[in-house]
């Protein structure tokens, strides 16, 4: 594999997170209980979890000395936004580094990455750009108590419906022996392991890639790259199929067209003028978002919308 092509879909990794994170906290959940006394709040998710079938015991000890995290409180109110035109992302985020260990990456577990692909048709590329994004490789993977964090957003009223099914989810993998609650470590938001993937999704996503009878994303890199591998094509991921095309802009462009959600298909943006640098009309997808922050660009990206929920 050329480093072009390892670039290329390094790229995927943290576009269609950014559109993917975008579109899940914008999706509707009926309200849950939340607030109010700790030890009280707490009693409700053992009894959520006891009627989804969790022994009473596993509950108890799953949460047995869970705590209020501040410093969660405070990652989840400081949560920024910036503007970046892709290039300006891309030339930061996809490193060298990045790209020499993911090719060695590669090498390394290539008998894991052709059964994900034989079993999921998901490429080594796009697992490992996946991988390269969201921990370098298992490397920087959190040092927050998974438990806690949990706790801490599902007793938050800012987001209870997104976290208390995480936190039941959490019990239902201790109850499995894949997570701890005294020393199981992750993202503050809740995410765990090498893939950063919620206890819900890796209840139903978690592939053993290493044979020992758990799922273990923190520490097993079969268990990882399998387990995105499935979680990738869970969401609709197709194998072959185009996500980016290099274009060139007609000076009269109408930029309030411009977007992800305008409802402009390929079509209609080449018959504005907009052209395929290479002349390939590669793209059926919707959409065109601009590839530099400032001023008129020399090139652009039609819309990602077939790859929004590859997270």
């Not at 809740?190 to 994303?217: K, R």
Request: proline share 5%; hydrophobic share 40%; charged share 20%.
């Amino acid at each position: 594999m050329t480093r072009s092509t390892l670039r290329s879909v390094l790229s995927i990794g943290f576009l269609t997170l950014l559109t993917s994170s975008a579109l899940a906290q914008q999706a509707a959940a009926p309200a849950a209980p939340c607030g109010g006394d700790l030890a009280t709040f707490l009693q409700g998710v053992k009894a959520e979890a006891i009627a989804k079938g969790i022994p009473a015991d596993v509950a108890d000890r799953a949460l047995a000395g869970a705590a209020i995290s501040e410093k969660v409180l405070s990652r989840d109110r400081a949560q920024g936004v910036f503007k970046q035109s892709f290039t300006e992302f891309s030339q930061r985020t996809v490193s060298k580094a990045r790209l020499d260990i993911g090719a060695k990456k590669m090498k390394e577990y290539a008998a894991i990455f052709e059964r994900a692909e034989k079993e999921f048709g998901v490429p080594a590329p796009v697992i490992t750009a996946f991988w390269a994004m969201e921990t370098d490789f298992g490397a920087v993977q959190g040092d927050f108590n998974t438990r806690n964090a949990l706790v801490t957003l599902a007793h938050d009223c800012r987001r209870p419906e997104m976290f208390r099914p995480q936190l039941i989810s959490a019990i239902e993998m201790v109850q499995h022996g894949d997570l701890d609650p005294e020393t199981t470590t992750g993202a503050w938001a809740g995410e765990i392991g090498q893939v950063q993937m919620l206890p819900e999704d890796i209840i139903a996503q978690g592939m053993d890639g290493d044979g020992d009878g758990h799922v273990n994303l923190k520490q097993s890199s079969p268990d990882a790259i399998l387990t995105a591998a499935k979680f990738i094509k869970s969401l609709g991921f197709t194998a072959g199929q185009p996500w980016i095309q290099e274009v060139s802009l007609p000076e009269n462009l109408p930029w309030e067209k411009t977007g992800l959600q305008t409802g402009m298909t390929a079509g209609d943006w080449f018959a504005l003028g907009v052209k395929p640098r290479d002349r390939q009309h590669r793209l059926s997808a919707a959409g065109l978002v601009t590839g530099h922050s400032a001023g008129p660009p020399r090139r652009c990206l039609p819309d990602l919308s077939e790859l929004q929920y590859l997270s």
